[in-house]
Nanobody
Framework: QVQLLESGGGLVQAGGSLRLSCAAS????????MGWFRQAPGKEREFVGG????????DYADSVKGRFTISRDNAKNTVYLQMSNLKLEDTAIYYC???????????????????WGQGTQVTVSS
């Protein structure tokens, strides 16, 4: 079955950077668009950004645009989330997910994503 394993989370000061990784197995990775979501305590899980199968199509939530960058390495079955200039409000559990739809496009709705990882905690301190 599909397995997604996020890593790279941790505690970082505001203004700092982190890079999250999501290693996928059990699927032909290059056939799928991928997404990153996050969930802060007491809040709904929200779309952070996504990347289509070859990296030619990227989409980001307005709240992270210009600070976060998504990339992928299909040879390594891994998608990355580079986070820079982190803010307190970026504190959340971060999840990667596999899109159910056309590999050329990046959906934003949680319902358009199938398999999910277990998440990795990112905590931004002042």
């Amino acid at each position: 079955q599909v397995q997604l394993l996020e890593s790279g989370g941790g505690l970082v000061q505001a203004g700092g950077s982190l890079r999250l990784s999501c290693a996928a197995s059990g699927l032909t990775f290059s056939r799928y668009a991928m997404g990153w979501f996050r969930q802060a305590p007491g809040k709904e899980r929200e779309f952070v950004g996504g990347i289509n199968w070859d990296g030619s199509n990227l989409d980001y939530a307005d709240s992270v645009k210009g600070r976060f960058t998504i990339s992928r390495d299909n040879a390594k079955n891994t998608v990355y989330l580079q986070m820079s200039n982190l803010k307190l409000e970026d504190t959340a559990i971060y999840y990667c997910a596999v899109s159910r739809g056309n590999k050329w496009f990046v959906p934003r709705s949680r319902a358009d994503f199938g398999s999910w990882g277990q998440g990795t905690q990112v905590t931004v301190s002042s």
